[in-house]
């Protein structure tokens, strides 16, 4: 398909344990973010990347998250050493890059719980 | 740093309802302003989107208008539809940002419109 993919949609794991989220942006979206949408909190902005440029990692909300985007297309969120309050939904987003359009295409999220 | 506030719902309506979702903001620039919609089992998508102020976004029979003077984005539509079930968030991005389209989210007012 043309959108934003995302996997795994569903992630089960245990509390400490290591877990690697995938995002497939839109073929030529030089811009990628990622999100975390928890139970009554919204959307929680966690990272962004634009081209070659230094990624904007503000939002990340310990050093257990990092996240990398190889060759300008994929990227892979990690989060190490999983809290059961990381449980929530990870979104991706890409976009064209074009300030002030503000139209970012999201996947629909890689759902993951911490037992 | 920016922010949004919207309603809380759950807002729940009678088709042919007429609706009403406040949004106000914070921002310490010249913010664009947009609505996103999040329909059962999908992603989020731009529904609307405001880039300067007294500019009205419009889609699917939904608008908003971008009112400086008060700092308010609300979303209106004047006869809802079963099919309008959805989450809508309100989001803002920042111009004073260097260019970057990140967005900042509110937490989300969850609508059910019933036949």
């Known amino acids: 398909g043309a959108g934003v993919s995302q996997s795994p949609s569903n992630k089960v794991t245990e509390k400490g344990k290591d877990v690697e989220l995938r995002c497939d942006p839109i073929?030529?979206?030089?811009?990628l973010y990622w999100y975390r949408q928890s139970l009554g909190q919204g959307l929680e902005f966690l990272i962004y990347?634009?081209?070659?440029?230094?990624?904007?990692k503000s939002g990340l909300p310990s050093d257990r998250f990092s996240a990398e985007r190889t060759g300008g297309s994929v990227s892979t969120l990690t989060i190490q050493r999983t809290q059961q309050e990381d449980s929530a939904v990870y979104l991706c987003?890409?976009?064209?890059?074009?300030?002030?359009?503000?139209?970012?295409?999201f996947g629909e999220g890689s759902r993951l719980t911490v037992l | 740093g920016d922010s949004v506030t919207q309603m809380e719902g759950p807002v729940t309506l009678s088709e042919e309802a007429f609706l009403t979702i406040n949004c106000t903001y914070t921002a310490t620039g010249y913010p664009s302003l947009f609505w996103y919609v999040q329909y059962p089992g999908e992603g989020l998508q731009l529904l609307l989107k405001a880039t300067k102020a007294d500019d009205k976004g419009s889609n699917k029979g939904f608008e908003a208008t971008y009112r400086k003077e008060t700092t308010s984005f609300h979303l209106e539509k004047g006869s809802v539809q079963v099919s309008d079930s959805a989450v809508y968030f309100c989001a803002l991005s920042d111009s004073t940002q260097g260019g970057s389209e990140k967005l900042v989210f509110g937490k989300g007012t969850k609508l059910t419109v019933n036949p």
């Open positions: 987003a890409s976009s064209l890059g074009d300030y002030h359009t503000g139209e970012l295409f």
């Open positions: 990347f634009q081209g070659n440029s230094a990624p904007d």
């Open positions: 073929s030529g979206h030089t811009a």
